[in-house]
């Protein structure tokens, strides 16, 4: 496929979990060959709103393994998707690790990532709330990195579906529950909706185009102090 700038978004993976090239039609630019790393120190401009995919990492505070339990990681998950429907982005892929978790994302439609993404932390905390007896749920800052190229992306991807692999928890990808990867080997569509060749082609089915959330006259609540991104 190469990195060519505007070029569609195309993958498919196999049991193994490498990437194959196929066409799917996803409405996103991609820009010149390479990507950014961003670090978190105070005051540090992120490269957001710049039309490209973001590899996001946030962890559990003190990396304790919040998110072990299979409740924790049915909470997160409706709650991503519920964050995903009020902002209008799409999630090509994603992991939830007992003490983190990844996501692959666009920027959103309506408001900014910093925002979207503070709101995330906000409603999975309240969700969590008996689990951690009140306590700090995400550490402030998290990782977030420019994701320009296919070859990027692709990458992205592996690591993402292979985290739990690497870490030991399981033999293959497709025995993690709480990833993407089940979707993207069957088109099983699961609690968070992602894009993949195979919501490409039922959208081409049914003749509609791509639509990361409904329309509202208020499509979310607004999260309070999300001015500094990084830190939330």
């Not at 932390?121 to 995400?138: A, C, H, I, P, V």
């Given at each position: 496929m190469g990195d060519r700038p505007g070029a569609p978004c195309r993958v498919l993976c196999d049991r193994a979990g490498n990437f194959l090239s196929q066409s799917t039609k996803v409405d996103f630019s991609l820009s010149e060959t390479g990507h950014i790393l961003i670090a978190m120190p105070w005051g540090l401009k992120r490269f957001q709103q710049a039309h490209c995919l973001h590899f996001i990492t946030c962890s559990c505070y003190h990396r304790a393994p919040l998110l072990a339990a299979p409740e924790a990681c049915h909470a997160f998950e409706r709650t991503l998707?519920?964050?995903?429907?009020?902002?209008a982005f799409y999630i090509a892929g994603y992991v939830v690790m007992p003490e983190h978790i990844h996501l692959l994302i666009s920027e959103p439609e309506r408001g900014v990532l910093a925002v979207a993404l503070q709101m995330l932390k906000q409603n999975t905390s309240r969700e969590m709330r008996d689990l951690t007896k009140g306590s700090r749920f995400w550490q402030e800052r998290y990782y977030d990195s420019n994701v320009w190229s296919e070859n990027k992306r692709l990458e992205k991807l592996r690591y993402i579906h292979r985290n739990p692999v690497k870490r030991g928890l399981v033999e293959r990808p497709e025995d993690w529950r709480w990833s993407s990867f089940e979707h993207y080997i069957s088109g099983t569509e699961g609690v968070v909706q992602i894009e993949s060749m195979w919501t490409a082609r039922k959208r081409e089915l049914l003749g509609?185009?791509?639509?990361?959330?409904?329309?509202?006259?208020n499509p979310r609540p607004v999260a309070q102090n999300a001015t500094r991104t990084g830190h939330l």
């Amino acid at each position: 496929m190469g990195d060519r700038p505007g070029a569609p978004c195309r993958v498919l993976c196999d049991r193994a979990g490498n990437f194959l090239s196929q066409s799917t039609k996803v409405d996103f630019s991609l820009s010149e060959t390479g990507h950014i790393l961003i670090a978190m120190p105070w005051g540090l401009k992120r490269f957001q709103q710049a039309h490209c995919l973001h590899f996001i990492t946030c962890s559990c505070y003190h990396r304790a393994p919040l998110l072990a339990a299979p409740e924790a990681c049915h909470a997160f998950e409706r709650t991503l998707e519920q964050v995903r429907l009020w902002y209008a982005f799409y999630i090509a892929g994603y992991v939830v690790m007992p003490e983190h978790i990844h996501l692959l994302i666009s920027e959103p439609e309506r408001g900014v990532l910093a925002v979207a993404l503070q709101m995330l932390k906000q409603n999975t905390s309240r969700e969590m709330r008996d689990l951690t007896k009140g306590s700090r749920f995400w550490q402030e800052r998290y990782y977030d990195s420019n994701v320009w190229s296919e070859n990027k992306r692709l990458e992205k991807l592996r690591y993402i579906h292979r985290n739990p692999v690497k870490r030991g928890l399981v033999e293959r990808p497709e025995d993690w529950r709480w990833s993407s990867f089940e979707h993207y080997i069957s088109g099983t569509e699961g609690v968070v909706q992602i894009e993949s060749m195979w919501t490409a082609r039922k959208r081409e089915l049914l003749g509609s185009t791509l639509q990361c959330g409904h329309r509202e006259e208020n499509p979310r609540p607004v999260a309070q102090n999300a001015t500094r991104t990084g830190h939330l």
